[in-house]
């Protein structure tokens, strides 16, 4: 039983900051090349303070997500530091609204930075507090590797692999061979022994999905994630019945409960929740339970420094999600070595200020 060290909220931080990305991302829906991060602190009564980010996706949307936060300050401040309580509050507090979209994002922050608190106050990593232990996590480099040719995919891929045993390659071309064209350019790139996953970022009907994927099939391929809407599970149900790769979902979820949904329908034949949509530590621990009763392997999106720690204490932990997005404002980024992300052995995630750096990218 997880012993929670007596803590009380004193305050909330939140600091939006636009950080460029090393490999701008082009996917099927545009162009990624600026990573817009709120970064949260939780402060204690005790000295003790808990933090995290969360990536927003667009600029449009990190006022909202820092807003948010803000307004739930004096909600929450001088409440003891019991995430699962805090938790149940929040979702109370905006169950008519409801808990998805920005409104989650914010309440993920909340969750994460509370419990890196309580495993900084505790003296242990979160991996240990949560009642694991750190350990290297196998880890796929997903940086770049954007929609960008076969040329420029066989040149990013070769410098992507150093030092990685899988990487992934977005999809999505004009049409099916392009696909295959591409996929055999990151092949000849990394050669027989490195995987290689795929991502469609939802951009194919189903019936173009079944098509392209069929086309796929030995091309040794890990997984296509997500080929269609992610909310239509059904529709991922019908892709998975004609897929021979296997099928990956998750980073989506908004919540346990999408998640149940979607292993109902059954959509996935992986699973791959997003720290942040999937609802925090609390989430990801409720749905890292679901995948094991389903009997599905999962793998992390996104947040590598969190997710490391969260996969540890995963029953059917397969991948880490690798992107080095925060790296330029944190003190001392995720390590990778030999293929596996080291989970720093230090009292909580591990994530810290570069101040210097935060000073340099806030958001005005």
């Given at each position: 039983?997880?012993?929670?060290?007596?803590?009380?909220?004193?305050?909330?931080?939140?600091?939006?900051?636009?950080?460029?990305?090393?490999?701008?991302?082009?996917?099927?829906?545009?162009?990624?090349?600026?990573?817009?991060?709120a970064?949260v602190?939780?402060?204690?009564?005790?000295?003790?303070?808990?933090?995290?980010?969360?990536?927003?996706?667009?600029?449009?949307?990190?006022?909202p997500?820092?807003q948010v936060?803000?307004?739930?300050?004096?909600?929450?401040?001088?409440?003891?530091?019991?995430?699962?309580?805090?938790?149940?509050?929040?979702?109370?507090?905006?169950?008519?609204?409801?808990?998805?979209?920005?409104?989650?994002?914010?309440?993920?922050?909340?969750?994460?930075?509370?419990?890196?608190?309580?495993?900084?106050?505790?003296?242990?990593?979160l991996?240990?507090l949560?009642?694991?232990?750190?350990?290297?996590i196998?880890?796929?480099?997903?940086?770049?590797?954007?929609?960008?040719?076969?040329?420029?995919?066989?040149?990013e891929?070769?410098?992507?692999?150093?030092?990685?045993?899988a990487?992934?390659?977005?999809?999505?071309?004009?049409?099916?061979?392009?696909?295959?064209?591409?996929?055999?350019?990151v092949r000849?790139?990394?050669?027989?022994?490195?995987?290689?996953?795929?991502d469609y970022?939802?951009?194919?009907?189903?019936?173009?999905?079944?098509?392209?994927?069929?086309?796929?099939?030995?091309e040794?391929?890990?997984?296509?994630?997500?080929?269609?809407?992610?909310?239509?599970?059904?529709?991922h149900?019908?892709?998975?019945?004609?897929s021979?790769?296997p099928?990956?979902?998750?980073?989506?979820?908004w919540?346990?409960?999408?998640?149940?949904?979607?292993?109902?329908?059954?959509?996935?034949?992986?699973?791959?929740?997003?720290?942040?949509?999937?609802?925090?530590?609390?989430?990801?621990?409720?749905?890292?339970a679901l995948?094991?009763?389903?009997?599905?392997?999962?793998?992390?999106?996104?947040?590598?420094?969190?997710?490391?720690?969260?996969?540890?204490?995963?029953?059917?932990?397969?991948?880490?999600?690798?992107?080095?997005?925060?790296?330029?404002?944190?003190?001392?980024?995720?390590?990778?070595?030999?293929?596996?992300?080291?989970?720093?052995?230090?009292?909580?995630?591990?994530?810290?200020?570069?101040e210097?750096?935060?000073?340099?990218?806030?958001?005005?």
């Amino acid at each position: 039983m997880i012993s929670h060290p007596r803590l009380k909220i004193r305050d909330l931080r939140v600091r939006p900051v636009n950080v460029p990305m090393r490999l701008p991302l082009q996917t099927s829906g545009g162009t990624v090349s600026i990573a817009p991060l709120a970064l949260v602190d939780l402060l204690t009564e005790e000295g003790i303070t808990g933090s995290t980010y969360l990536f927003c996706y667009t600029p449009l949307a990190l006022r909202p997500v820092v807003q948010v936060i803000e307004n739930l300050t004096p909600f929450l401040t001088g409440n003891p530091v019991v995430p699962f309580e805090i938790d149940r509050k929040l979702q109370r507090q905006f169950r008519l609204l409801g808990a998805k979209g920005i409104v989650g994002m914010a309440l993920a922050g909340i969750d994460m930075a509370a419990w890196d608190a309580l495993a900084k106050a505790a003296g242990m990593p979160l991996a240990s507090l949560l009642g694991g232990a750190p350990r290297g996590i196998p880890a796929y480099n997903s940086n770049g590797l954007g929609i960008i040719g076969p040329e420029r995919a066989y040149e990013e891929a070769e410098k992507l692999a150093d030092g990685f045993s899988a990487i992934k390659v977005r999809l999505g071309y004009a049409d099916a061979m392009a696909d295959v064209e591409v996929v055999r350019a990151v092949r000849r790139a990394i050669g027989e022994d490195v995987r290689l996953m795929s991502d469609y970022n939802q951009s194919l009907s189903v019936a173009e999905a079944i098509a392209r994927i069929q086309v796929l099939a030995g091309e040794g391929l890990d997984w296509v994630e997500e080929p269609t809407l992610a909310d239509d599970f059904a529709g991922h149900a019908q892709i998975r019945a004609r897929s021979k790769i296997p099928i990956q979902m998750g980073e989506n979820w908004w919540g346990p409960h999408e998640m149940a949904r979607c292993v109902a329908a059954g959509g996935s034949d992986l699973a791959m929740p997003d720290a942040m949509k999937i609802g925090g530590v609390t989430g990801w621990l409720r749905a890292a339970a679901l995948a094991e009763s389903a009997g599905l392997p999962v793998s992390s999106h996104l947040f590598p420094e969190v997710s490391a720690h969260l996969l540890a204490v995963s029953p059917t932990c397969q991948w880490l999600e690798y992107v080095d997005w925060a790296n330029p404002v944190l003190k001392e980024p995720l390590r990778i070595e030999k293929g596996q992300a080291v989970i720093p052995d230090v009292p909580g995630t591990g994530i810290a200020w570069n101040e210097k750096a935060v000073k340099r990218y806030l958001s005005a």
